[in-house]
């Protein structure tokens, strides 16, 4: 979602609906080329300036933890910690002594086990449920 206001409801929606970006309209265009291929290569992108809202809003309002989260092992647990806090993977592999690829793996099942399609719902289920 591409927009030249900050966070508000309706980008709030189109996140919790599967939006993969969230970009002010401000963004340099070298990075706003970047957003876009990196949502195309499959992953997602938040405005680092639209992080803190965004995160105020769905704290707001915490869900209760759904089942799903217990089928998480306690590593899978240790990982979805550190993508919610919007750490690379890189960043957790070399914060966990991993592979790149071990944590490819398990950010993939992690994303199977809740059924979200991406980080960017990763983050919002943390927040939504409280898990930060």
């Excluded at 970006?21 to 992953?43: H, M, N, Q, W, Y």
């Excluded at 995160?55 to 306690?74: I, M, N, Q, R």
Aim: glycine residues 4%.
């Amino acid at each position: 979602m591409l927009t030249t206001f900050d966070l508000d409801e309706a980008a709030a929606r189109a996140i919790q609906q599967g939006a993969s970006g969230f970009l002010l309209k401000d963004a340099d265009p070298e990075f706003l080329l970047a957003a876009i291929r990196t949502v195309e290569s499959g992953s997602s992108v938040i405005s680092a300036s639209a992080t803190h809202d965004l995160f105020a809003h769905f704290t707001s309002e915490t869900k209760p933890v759904p089942p799903t989260y217990s089928d998480l092992t306690d590593r899978e647990r240790e990982i979805f910690a550190l993508a919610a806090r919007g750490l690379s993977n890189s960043e957790i592999a070399a914060r966990e002594f991993l592979s790149e690829a071990t944590v490819k793996t398990h950010i993939s099942r992690i994303l199977t086990k809740l059924a979200l399609r991406d980080r960017v719902q990763l983050v919002v289920f943390a927040f939504e449920h409280g898990l930060t």
